[in-house]
């Protein structure tokens, strides 16, 4: 780094990206910056700053071995090697840590036994909430959620659909019916262990698909339907209601206990179809958007979203489009180009697997390529829209006249 890059650094002032030191500091709180930063984009600590951006110089010797050796050495966990170098501005000595990018989340502070979660919220470096701890953890291990705990429930065969879990185990995955139901729900991740505690607990994909009522203690389980009559969001709904339904329904089909998708072509059918005197005076269905293609986004949806955000995946319908959106951010390197041309990342591969059992999903995973994509062309000519950020993926349906 050049003295003017310093300086036009410095002039920026604290930031999500930067932190000032002015004095020398204790190895534990050098090591919480640097977890903070290592947790979100990375970052650079300058030793040397005060906190107004002033120049008081840094006095402690040795400072790359201290670092190196003590800070994060015997401070944070997993080990990270940040990159370190020293200017000198105006006489005064001035540290440059430049912290990468953790690819091993969560980085924690370990000090007196005590293990500590930090992340950098603006200019401030804080201990993260169990929500932010779990949105580090899948970030680097996809698939770890939906394979954690659900807390507060009891016994299992109480909190599941067991007729539905029996269906699943013996009459699709066609187990022995002598095998015991506990046995084969642990191996296939659907009952956990937590960490601490004896009791065997329903997994986040156990309770997604099989629980009775899934938003009893999974809020963003389910599935929420709005529909309204313009062209925006206003406070007089069409409709809005929330799906507390296990997402599988019985295989074969029993109308007692359909699916998510079914209940949600229910719910939509009267705001998205209508019907038509066709060939021969017969009156048809005819429909604003292809009802494969919806299943396959809503499918979608619940196999791939981060299952960390509290939130429902939600449908909304508008007079002219339709939105799917899914919540959380694309899993690693996913782009929305590389979900166009038919890659495929799954998130939550439990889930895709159990998908993929029920025929809801294929084994190439090309469901937005092949499917939705040309079902869309060939019904109103709109190819769909898709947006990808932070918070949610979307994808945007625009209304045509209606195909056949």
């Known amino acids: 780094m050049q003295q003017d890059e310093l300086r036009d650094l410095i002039a920026l002032g604290e930031s999500g990206a930067l932190e000032f030191k002015s004095d020398e500091a204790l190895p534990e709180k050098m090591a919480k910056e640097i977890v903070a930063f290592a947790n979100l984009r990375g970052g650079r600590i300058l030793l040397g700053v005060s906190d107004d951006g002033m120049l008081t110089g840094w006095e402690c010797e040795k400072t790359e071995e201290w670092l190196m050796d003590t800070v994060v050495a015997e401070y944070v966990h997993p080990r990270l090697i940040p990159d370190y170098e020293e200017l000198n501005i105006d006489g005064k000595r001035v540290g440059v840590v430049t912290v990468p990018r953790g690819v091993a989340k969560p980085y924690t502070v370990r000090n007196k036994q005590r293990t500590d979660f930090y992340i950098r919220i603006g200019s401030v470096s804080r201990k993260a909430s169990r929500e932010q701890i779990m949105r580090m953890m899948e970030s680097t291990s996809p698939g770890i959620v939906e394979k954690l705990p659900v807390h507060g429930g009891g016994d299992f065969r109480k909190e599941l659909n067991m007729s539905l879990v029996e269906n699943y185990l013996f009459g699709v995955v066609e187990y022995d019916s002598s095998d015991d139901v506990e046995t084969l729900l642990k191996n296939r991740d659907l009952l956990v262990r937590p960490e601490y505690g004896d009791k065997l607990l329903c997994s986040y994909v156990a309770y997604v698909l099989f629980a009775q009522n899934p938003l009893r203690r999974l809020p963003q389980a389910g599935l929420r339907i709005l529909v309204f009559k313009g062209e925006d969001k206003d406070y007089d709904a069409a409709l809005d209601k929330e799906l507390d339904a296990p997402f599988l329904g019985y295989l074969p089909y029993l109308a007692t206990l359909p699916s998510i998708p079914d209940l949600m072509m229910a719910y939509l059918r009267p705001h998205i179809s209508g019907e038509k005197i066709g060939e021969h005076m017969r009156?048809?269905?005819?429909?604003?958007?292809?009802?494969?293609?919806?299943?396959?986004?809503?499918?979608?949806?619940?196999?791939?979203?981060?299952?960390?955000?509290?939130?429902?995946?939600?449908?909304?319908?508008?007079?002219?489009?339709?939105?799917?959106?899914?919540?959380?951010?694309?899993?690693?390197?996913?782009?929305?180009?590389?979900?166009?041309?038919?890659?495929?990342?799954?998130?939550?591969?439990?889930?895709?697997?159990?998908?993929?059992?029920?025929?809801?999903?294929?084994?190439?995973?090309?469901?937005?390529?092949?499917?939705?994509?040309?079902?869309?062309?060939?019904?109103?000519?709109?190819?769909?829209?898709?947006e990808a950020t932070e918070d949610y993926f979307r994808v945007v349906l625009r209304k045509g006249k209606r195909g056949g």
């Open 283 to 386: 009156r048809e269905r005819k429909w604003d958007y292809p009802e494969e293609a919806l299943r396959e986004l809503v499918v979608n949806a619940f196999a791939h979203r981060d299952w960390t955000r509290a939130t429902k995946i939600r449908i909304v319908v508008y007079s002219d489009r339709l939105e799917v959106e899914s919540p959380g951010a694309l899993p690693n390197d996913m782009t929305v180009e590389k979900i166009k041309s038919g890659q495929q990342m799954p998130r939550n591969q439990n889930i895709v697997r159990i998908l993929r059992d029920y025929k809801f999903v294929e084994d190439r995973g090309m469901g937005i390529r092949q499917k939705v994509i040309p079902l869309m062309l060939k019904h109103n000519g709109c190819e769909p829209e898709f």
